[in-house]
């Protein structure tokens, strides 16, 4: 091949092709329950807050909206039919209450077609004759947004690895069989096996060559597989994380989570204000998941939202 | 390969399945409790009753084990860490339920509920933690066999074991009590079990109880009670802290029948 440094220089398209090239090809997207922050595919959001807010909640209505099709037998949804991977780390997800919304919104739009419906036809009555026609074919949408959600339980931090590592070949597969792809990777929580990683031991195991086993090393391999099935499926990433230590809690554990990996090597405390109440809250995840975006590159945008009991249905 | 790894993926129309088949409601035998949780106990949860001392606690747990053993839902294990199991108890219990029969049947029927309660007492969270890995162990070898796989696993209490261990600045015992949650949680997913445990009460800011074991216990239960007795009244309330479906903030009442009933000498009459 001959060379052209010339030609290598210039590039290979402007900013500006670029940039509505991705626009294009990953619009924002503005779903509820987070209609209020632009996310595309690619973000990686962590949603932190004590444990009765309503995280788990988000990641469910999101499920839902991202399951159910955009529009079905002439009724419209908003959803976009697309698949979730949903990693249960804390092994408290309970199938009854997606279930719940999921038919709460199937129940919604048919109210709301139904009402337009006799607006059009000039009555006023609202007449259940005709929705009980739209119950039946409920199960058949229903049952087809449910194959949608995909599931898997992890028991320790082992197995949520493995999990990763084997989650593209299944989500190909998946998406083969549905013609689906998946739109959201969600974990819930993060930080389940926070304390069973701290008491790894840093030792080496089957030799010198191999590395060692600890809380730094298995967040950094769990960044990795993230950031790599990121470059191959573009998904968005939603992760709940529970936040344990309170303001007042001694700061020895917080520190020696850091290691030698934090830059500033001190404590790392965030506030967050919503209404006028002040959250205090010390970061324990260790720093290689807080600086993901800096591992693979600039198309990557990491977001905090920080919750303080928020209401949902 | 790496599919030995990790947990087999399901979907959701899986899950549910497995929710309608294989995930019943236990009931406890009080109505209220019963009514509030659209059931009972729910296999495949680990249910948490915290209260202050004497608000019905043991009660409820003596209550459901002698019912489940006695509709033959299953085998029942009572983990017993501060001596309250009480067998004179279910067996006024089981003399309650079955008041219409004779002598010789309320006694087979004794003998029966009785065998089908196992209790083990344990001191500290490390013969716990062993407990509950014979148990897994023992699960995993065994074929399932119509009604003599165990369904309930009660813990009365868990926080005995768990507050000697934790506080002070070590992270050994948020460990331990993570470890002993994880474990809890997988044999009810696994074995389709319900796990029931009580835990105490701590005073709080401004002099208001609130429930031991702190802010890593609280994202372990699936399901959170609250119990509270007025003083000297039979009527407890039951109110929801936390709930995988349903509201928080429900409540109800139920009411503990009087302990005192007929004491039967061995031979029956």
Redesign the interface.
């Known amino acids: 091949m001959e060379e052209n440094p010339r030609g290598w220089i210039h590039g290979d398209e402007t900013a500006k092709a670029m940039l509505s090239r991705i626009l294009t090809e990953r619009p924002f997207l503005f779903l509820p329950p987070l209609h209020r922050v632009p996310l595309r595919v690619g973000n990686v959001v962590e949603i932190a807050g004590?444990?009765?807010s309503a995280k788990s909640q988000i990641l469910l209505h999101a499920a839902v909206n991202c399951?159910l099709p955009e529009e079905w037998k002439g009724i419209r949804f908003g959803g976009l039919g697309r698949m979730v991977m949903y990693f249960d780390l804390?092994?408290?997800f309970?199938?009854?209450?997606?279930?719940?919304i999921l038919k709460h919104r199937i129940m919604e739009a048919y109210r709301s077609t139904n009402n337009t419906y006799w607006k059009e036809k000039g009555e006023h009555q609202k007449n259940d004759a005709p929705t009980t026609h739209m119950y039946l074919c409920d199960d058949e949408l229903f049952?087809d947004?449910?194959?949608?959600?995909?599931?898997?339980?992890?028991?320790?931090s082992?197995?949520?690895l493995?999990?990763l590592?084997?989650m593209h070949s299944?989500s190909q597969r998946?998406s083969e069989a549905l013609g689906v792809s998946v739109h959201f990777l969600m974990i819930d929580?993060i930080g389940a096996?926070y304390?069973?990683d701290?008491?790894c031991q840093p030792m080496p195991i089957g030799g010198s060559k191999r590395k060692n086993v600890s809380l730094q090393s298995l967040a950094e391999a769990v960044v990795q597989e993230i950031c790599k099935l990121l470059q191959m499926q573009p998904v968005l990433v939603l992760a709940t994380k529970?936040t344990?230590?309170?303001a007042g809690t001694?700061g020895?554990?917080a520190q020696r989570a850091f290691g030698k990996w934090c830059s500033e090597g001190k404590m790392d405390s965030r506030t967050s204000s919503r209404e006028g109440e002040k959250l205090m809250y010390r970061e324990y995840m260790p720093s290689s998941w807080q600086m993901k975006l800096y591992l693979v590159g600039n198309m990557e945008h990491f977001l905090r939202m920080h919750l303080n009991g928020c209401s949902l249905h | 390969m790496i599919e030995d790894w990790h947990q087999p993926w399901l979907n959701g129309v899986e899950l549910l399945e497995d929710s309608n088949h294989n995930k019943h409601f236990l009931p406890t035998g009080y109505e209220g409790i019963d009514v509030l949780l659209g059931g009972g106990l729910c296999e495949g949860q680990l249910t948490e009753m915290v209260g202050p001392s004497s608000s019905g606690k043991t009660q409820v747990c003596l209550y459901s084990a002698a019912l489940v053993a006695d509709k033959h839902f299953g085998v029942v294990m009572f983990v017993d860490t501060c001596n309250s199991f009480s067998p004179k108890r279910i067996a006024c219990i089981v003399d309650q339920l079955s008041s219409s029969f004779s002598g010789e049947a309320k006694e087979r029927r004794l003998k029966r509920v009785m065998s089908n309660i196992f209790c083990h007492s344990v001191f500290d969270i490390f013969a716990l933690l062993d407990v509950l890995h014979q148990l897994e162990f023992k699960l995993k070898q065994q074929v399932k066999s119509g009604d003599t796989k165990i369904c309930l696993l009660i813990i009365d209490s868990i926080s005995s074991l768990l507050t000697p261990v934790l506080g002070g600045k070590g992270s050994e015992g948020r460990l331990l009590m993570v470890s002993a949650g994880i474990i809890l949680k997988k044999l009810a997913n696994e074995y389709n079990i319900s796990v029931l445990v009580t835990n105490h009460m701590v005073g709080g800011e401004g002099g208001i109880l609130k429930p031991a074991l702190g802010e890593s216990w609280k994202s372990i239960p699936h399901v959170r009670l609250q119990l509270t007795r007025d003083q000297g009244s039979n009527i407890c309330n039951v109110s929801i802290l936390k709930h995988t479906f349903m509201a928080t903030g429900r409540t109800a009442k139920f009411v503990i029948h009087s302990r005192s009933c007929s004491v039967q000498d061995g031979r029956g009459r």
Do not use: T
């Open positions: 004590p444990s009765p399951i804390d092994c408290r309970d199938v009854l209450r997606l279930s719940q049952l947004c449910m194959r949608r959600f995909l599931y898997i339980r992890c028991y320790n082992f197995e949520f493995a999990a590592k084997a299944h998946e929580s096996f304390w069973m701290r008491a529970a344990i230590f309170g001694s020895n554990d």
